[in-house]
């Protein structure tokens, strides 16, 4: 079931998709999935497989960069040993002129994020991040990375939050949502609009278009699985368009997410196992 969200457990499955999403027009970041390693050991291993996906997208000419979770390499252990070993990711994504993309987790997380990317940004272009429109605290850490001339990526957030952090109602999500596309599509940085949610598309196409905002100076990205409908009326549209491609063996926390944020899934879940 969780193959719906998920390209497979391993780099061959995730390269298959990608070739199958470049071929239609589509860019994809791959994600190997993993999170709260709880050994330095383990925190290592994720790194080297995130050495091995650079050189085979190089190997394999993809139109890929990646994504990875920064407590996958070890950032519940140490901060200083986590962020070795990114950096070491991202001076590989350098040598190859690809990019590394910082997810953004729970809110527990998300100053330490903001200042390890920081940190490296300062050093290599080749990494960027996530904001969550769902919290209080994004427009000041966009303004913060902006500062770096930080690519951003701009999602509404997939964890559960208390209302001490961020909005709980919908219409207040999305209207961070707006507020903080508008100000990252003024920045002169190139950034990734993710969300599968026609509305905030929409608002973005009406932004670009009223600030002449070239449709090359920015991106949608979608969720592997999700939307595909979505994701090819962009492309036809002449828009960027990434996919996020995720595989592993450890898919089990991704796949509750996607159910967890649209009841509907459930229902699919629950069918999946009647009919199973
Ligand atoms: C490329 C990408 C990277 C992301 N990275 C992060 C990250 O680093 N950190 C983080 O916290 N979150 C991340 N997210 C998840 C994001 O925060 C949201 O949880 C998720 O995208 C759903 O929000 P939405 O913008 O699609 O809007 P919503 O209002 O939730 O959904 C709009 C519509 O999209 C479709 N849809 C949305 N989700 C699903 C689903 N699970 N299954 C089926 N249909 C669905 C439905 O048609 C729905 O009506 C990422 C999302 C994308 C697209």
Redesign the pocket.
């Known amino acids: 079931m969780s193959r719906r969200f998920v390209a497979g457990e391993t780099l061959d499955d995730a390269v298959y998709a990608a070739r199958k999403c470049n071929d239609l027009g589509m860019m994809t970041?791959l994600d190997y999935l993993g999170e709260n390693v709880s050994t330095t050991t383990d925190a290592q291993r994720a790194r080297d497989a995130y050495l091995e996906i650079f050189d085979r997208i190089a190997v394999e000419k993809l139109d890929a960069n990646v994504s990875c979770k920064l407590t996958q390499m070890g950032l519940d252990l140490s901060p200083e040993f986590c962020e070795g070993l990114v950096l070491s990711v991202v001076e590989r994504a350098a040598s190859y002129g690809n990019f590394l993309r910082v997810?953004?987790?729970g809110s527990t997380y998300t100053q330490r994020t903001v200042e390890l990317v920081k940190r490296i940004r300062s050093r290599n272009a080749a990494i960027g991040t996530?904001i969550?429109s769902y919290l209080y605290r994004s427009e000041k850490d966009i303004q913060d990375l902006l500062g770096y001339r930080c690519r951003i990526?701009l999602?509404?957030?997939?964890?559960k939050e208390g209302v001490d952090v961020a909005f709980e109602r919908?219409q207040d999500v999305d209207g961070n949502y707006v507020r903080l596309m508008q100000q990252l599509l003024s920045s002169g940085v190139y950034h990734?609009i993710?969300?599968?949610?026609p509305k905030?598309i929409g608002e973005t196409i009406r932004w670009a278009a009223e600030t002449r905002v070239s449709k090359d100076d920015f991106e949608f990205?979608?969720?592997y699985g999700?939307?595909t409908d979505l994701q090819r009326r962009l492309v036809k549209g002449g828009f960027r368009v990434?996919v996020?491609i995720p595989y592993g063996q450890d898919w089990f926390p991704y796949f509750m997410?996607?159910?967890a944020?649209?009841p509907?899934?459930i229902g699919f879940l629950v069918r999946n196992l009647f009919r199973g």
């Not at 999602?155 to 964890?159: E, I, M, V």
């Not at 993710?194 to 949610?197: G, L, V």
């Open positions: 970041s997810d953004m987790e996530v969550q990526r999602c509404k957030g997939a964890y919908k990734g993710a969300t599968h949610d905030m990205q979608m969720l999700i939307r990434r996020y997410r996607r159910l944020e649209r509907a899934n």
